[in-house]
Structures are given as structure tokens and as C-alpha cells.
Nanobody, 119 residues
């Protein structure tokens, strides 16, 4: 069972940038379709971006043009580059993985990393 460990969260001012990382413990990132979700206080968890094993990407409308998901199989790590951050991006960000692209549910989750954008 893979373990996912996120890092890179923190406090940043509006307009700033952060890069989140998600490392897969079992060295087999290439087996999984990966995604980043976020959950703000009082709100439901939402999908931010996802990347398939083949490299196809999807972004929520609210982050298009500002956030970029990418993967490095050699480092077993998925990244979320976050630029032009806004206060509404403040949330706990979670990395997730699944093996079946046609299934909606993700099988594995990280512990989350806090991102706070000050106005």
C-alpha cells in the first residue's frame, strides 16, 4: 500500500507562489493516476488538478492558468506549482492516488498540507 507524503505548504501573500510536493513511499508513482484536492474551512473537499499515468491533465476552472500539476517518476513525486495565489486558495491541500482511471474514487490519500494566502 502506497503512502503519500505532502510538503511545501505555508503562508504567502496574495500574488505569491508555492510549490507543493507529494512523494510516493513505495517508489512506484508511475502506477498511479494522481490528483490534488483542497478543503477550505466550512467547505467541501474539491478537486483542484489531476494527472493521468499518461500525462493528461485536468484543472478546476478556478485554478486554470495559475496552478500546474506535474509528475517526476524518477523522483516518485508529483508537484503542484501554485502561482498568482489568491486568498480564496487558502485551504488544506491533499495529494491522492488511484490505479483505475475510470473509477471516481481515489484509493490513497496524504495527510494534507496547509496553504494560507494573506490579503
Amino acid at each position: 500500500q502506497v503512502q503519500l507524503v505532502e510538503s511545501g505548504g505555508g503562508l504567502v501573500q496574495t500574488g505569491g507562489s508555492l510549490r507543493l510536493s507529494c512523494a510516493a513511499s513505495d517508489g512506484t508513482l508511475s502506477r498511479y493516476h494522481m490528483a490534488w484536492f483542497r478543503q477550505a474551512p466550512g467547505k467541501e473537499r474539491e478537486l483542484v488538478a489531476r494527472i493521468s499515468r499518461g500525462g493528461s491533465t485536468y484543472y478546476a476552472d478556478s485554478v486554470k492558468g495559475r496552478l500546474t500539476i506535474s509528475g517526476d517518476n524518477a523522483k516518485n513525486t508529483v508537484y503542484l506549482q501554485m502561482n498568482s495565489l489568491k486568498p480564496e486558495d487558502t485551504a488544506v491541500y491533499y495529494c491522492a492516488a488511484k490505479t483505475n482511471l475510470s473509477v471516481r474514487k481515489y484509493d490513497y490519500w496524504g495527510q494534507g498540507t496547509q496553504v494560507t494566502v494573506s490579503s
